[in-house]
């Protein structure tokens, strides 16, 4: 199957400054990736839908200025969390639809995630 | 409002068969998929399902009943590594994915 790659898998930051995590296809265009969150012991929570070369279309209740979402290629979406604080601390997962190669309208291959702890 | 119930938490044996069911009430449905995510890990893709019936792959099978709003997969021949949560997750009309809150399940010897 298709391959998504994040990074990094975990980073430690202190309150108050950004973190930025990248999501690659590597293998594949992708127009659209999806960003998550998941709080332990909770489902995903789909933050903002990222479109190639557009704004990101943002969920409901999430914060478009904290959470900055930049899709300049077919290959790469960035999320940087601006300000961190403790709250922010979280799982982030990236997915991307690989279109072209899966029979499936909405198979989505995910990165392998992004614990963020803020001190 | 969009809706996928599935249980909490589950518990079986080693070797066993178990059942996750889910159901659902979306606005349009283009599909249900399920998916398994070991803790700290990313989901990774089961099943896929958009006509009623049942559909079989090695140890997992995965079955859908649009008229019920309702699927369940089946695990045979449990294994420890089996342990995860699995999620429930519905295309809705717009293509978007709705996600449930996951079952955990918990493999015993």
């Known amino acids: 199957g298709a391959v998504v790659s994040q990074h990094p898998s975990w980073v430690i930051c202190k309150s108050g400054t950004s973190v930025k995590i990248e999501c690659r296809s590597l293998?594949?265009?992708?127009?659209?990736m999806f960003w998550y969150r998941q709080f332990p012991k909770q489902s995903l929570m789909l933050m903002a839908t990222?479109?190639?070369?557009?704004?990101?279309?943002?969920e409901q209740g999430v914060e478009k200025d904290k959470f900055l979402i930049n899709h300049a290629s077919l290959t790469l979406s960035t999320l940087t969390v601006t300000s961190a604080h403790p709250e922010d601390s979280s799982f982030y997962i990236c997915?991307?639809?690989?279109?072209?190669?899966?029979?499936?309208?909405?198979?989505?291959?995910f990165g392998e995630g992004s614990r963020l702890t803020v001190l | 409002g969009q809706n996928i119930d599935q249980p909490t938490e589950m518990t079986a044996t080693e070797g066993a068969i178990v059942q996750i069911n889910c159901t659902y009430q979306t606005s349009g449905f283009n599909g249900l998929f399920w998916y398994q995510q070991h803790a700290g890990e990313a989901p990774t893709f089961l099943s896929y399902?958009?006509l009623d019936g049942l559909e079989e792959k090695g140890r997992f099978s995965s079955f859908l009943s649009r008229s019920k709003g309702y699927s369940y997969l089946l695990l045979k021949e449990l294994q420890m590594k089996d342990s995860a949560s699995y999620l429930c997750a519905v295309l809705d009309s717009n293509y978007q994915l709705i996600w449930g809150a996951g079952t955990k399940l918990i493999i015993k010897p």
């Open positions: 990222s479109n190639e070369g557009s704004k990101a279309t943002y």
């Open positions: 293998d594949f265009q992708a127009t659209t």
């Open positions: 997915s991307a639809r690989d279109h072209v190669a899966s029979g499936d309208p909405g198979e989505l291959f």
């Open positions: 399902n958009v």
